[in-house]
């Protein structure tokens, strides 16, 4: 059993940054695809951005294309989400995942899922 822990959220102002940052409990993370997504009260659980394996192939929502990057680190295990230019439409819960390939992490055919860290953004 693979376990997700993330961390970094917060509270900022808008147009501030945060680095969200989820661990894997087990080396098996570093075949899976990884990505995060996020969720308000009441509505949908939405994908924000996606990772290959091995980091070569990353994709985003069109909504935080060229202000979210993420990243990951295998000899860590860890996958990194950096928000900058945050708005407070940004705010939700956010989730880590892990699934076979980035194809089926955006259908939410998801492997494991992290219990979430809130960000918010005031304005």
């Known amino acids: 059993q693979v376990q997700l822990a993330e961390s970094g959220g917060g509270l900022v102002q808008a147009g501030g940054s945060l680095r969200l940052s989820c661990a894997a409990s087990?080396?098996?993370?570093?075949?899976?695809?990884m990505g995060w997504f996020r969720q308000n009260p009441g509505k949908e659980r939405e994908f924000v951005a996606t990772?290959?394996?091995?980091?070569?192939?990353?994709d985003y929502a069109d909504a935080v294309k060229g202000r979210f990057t993420i990243s990951r680190d295998n000899a860590k295990d860890t996958v990194y989400l950096q928000m900058n230019s945050l708005r407070p439409e940004d705010t939700a819960v956010y989730y880590c995942?892990?699934?076979?390939?980035?194809?089926?992490?955006?259908?939410?055919?998801?492997?494991?899922w992290g219990q979430g860290t809130q960000v918010t953004i005031s304005s």
């Open positions: 995942a892990a699934a076979p390939s980035i194809v089926m992490l955006k259908r939410q055919q998801i492997t494991y």
């Open positions: 087990r080396r098996t993370f570093n075949t899976q695809a």
């Open positions: 990772i290959a394996w091995n980091g070569e192939t990353t």
